[in-house]
């Protein structure tokens, strides 16, 4: 990749790293904060929802928005917003504010991750997307796993102060893209300017589902459900099942981000040049479904890290080969593809969770065989829809 191309990828997952950390950061401190306020847990879980519900609805529009005036002020105002949004839960001072900055942050975020996956697809070259991909990737698992412990260091006086710093993290990654960022958007067709940017825009999606990008949005749908089930379930899950205390927990979430971080950072994009795209995305989902089995019957906490391990390798592998393989049908609607796959990113945040509870209730166990019975199914749409590599 050239130079040009390494410092717009860096400012990109610069950008992402930010978001996702963001995210690290709310997630211990929400708790607090809502038993601050005094509201109860059927409160705490419709704010959570918030989030995902608000990226499924706002990202496909930020995504056809994008291909009609740029990605890189799309990205501006994502990043900008998002600064915003933390720096109002920073001064909340009761639960409705604090629920409408949960709420704006995933309207805003969800104008980063598609932007940023559309400005590789505009620029990477076909070889080089996978490694692209898992760069951005990688960021994202980097933020989960330093988000809770910035979070920790910087809450010890004040709850209120990690906000502040994401704020102001999230703004030096809007100058960044503001100053720096050049666009990536090729020029629009004149049929194209001519349009309305949603001018038909739900028939757009239905033939985006309807093609050959759909079985992979499909796949990219059932992924999402069943890591969302995972990363919701597994800190309960070793509490329940093997006793395990808050430092064992933390440890959970360790294996998890620092598999994601090496996978995706250093091993994609050379296992797809040598497998191909779609055989890695077909072994890798057979890899998954052993994985939640396993997962499934570690019976100790060192069967269950490295069963934790196993599936986060098989997973990371998936997610880039998948976004790299929906690019290549963007053409110059890279932005509302994109948009669709964070969509149905989304969409399985929000169904994964409850749907692995319900089971949870039920049987500890049905939650993790659940999800290696959806990656089958997967395996099963990838076999019969996805074209082979050539």
Not at 71 to 88: D, E, N, Q, S, T
Not at 171 to 178: D, I, K, S, W
Not at 250 to 256: G, I, P
Request: charged letters at 10%; a positive charge; aromatic letters at 10%.
């Amino acid at each position: 990749m050239q130079t040009s191309g390494r410092k717009s990828l860096f400012i990109l997952s610069f950008t992402l790293l930010v978001v996702m950390l963001g995210y690290g950061i709310a997630m211990p401190m929400l708790p607090f904060y809502i038993e601050k306020f005094g509201v109860g847990g059927k409160e705490f879980g419709w704010m959570m929802a918030s989030y995902s519900f608000m990226q499924l609805i706002c990202a496909p529009i930020w995504g056809v928005l994008s291909d009609r005036f740029g990605r890189k002020p799309i990205l501006a105002v994502g990043v900008l917003g998002y600064a915003l949004a933390f720096f109002m839960f920073g001064l909340a001072k009761s639960f409705t504010v604090l629920f409408i900055a949960r709420s704006l942050s995933g309207v805003l975020s969800s104008a980063t991750t598609p932007t940023a996956m559309a400005f590789v697809g505009d620029n990477a070259s076909p070889d080089d997307k996978p490694k692209s991909m898992g760069q951005l990737g990688a960021m994202i698992g980097l933020g989960v796993i330093l988000g809770p412990l910035l979070g920790g260091l910087l809450s010890t006086d004040s709850l209120s102060l990690p906000f502040f710093v994401g704020a102001g993290l999230a703004f030096l990654a809007f100058l960044l893209v503001l100053i720096l960022l050049p666009e990536s958007r090729p020029e629009p067709s004149d049929a194209a300017k001519a349009r309305t940017p949603f001018a038909g825009m739900l028939p757009q999606y239905r033939d985006v589902l309807r093609g050959p990008a759909g079985a992979l949005l499909v796949l990219i749908l059932i992924i999402s459900f069943g890591l969302a089930n995972l990363q919701n379930m597994i800190g309960l899950y070793a509490v329940d099942k093997l006793n395990a205390d808050t430092t064992q927990v933390s440890a959970v979430w360790m294996v998890m981000g620092v598999t994601m971080i090496v996978v995706q950072g250093g091993m994609v994009g050379w296992l797809s040049k040598r497998v191909g795209e779609n055989r890695l995305i077909r072994v890798s989902l057979l890899g998954g479904v052993l994985g939640f089995v396993l997962v499934a019957q570690a019976g100790s906490f060192v069967q269950l890290m490295g069963a934790l391990a196993f599936i986060m390798l098989t997973l990371s592998l998936l997610s880039p080969s998948l976004n790299a393989s929906i690019s290549r049908y963007g053409g110059e609607h890279q932005g509302a593809l994109m948009g669709v796959n964070n969509a149905m990113i989304s969409l399985g945040r929000v169904l994964g969770p409850l749907w692995g509870g319900y089971l949870y209730d039920v049987n500890m166990n049905f939650a993790f065989y659940s999800g290696a019975v959806m990656l089958a199914i997967g395996w099963v749409v990838s076999v019969l829809s996805v074209r082979n590599d050539p």
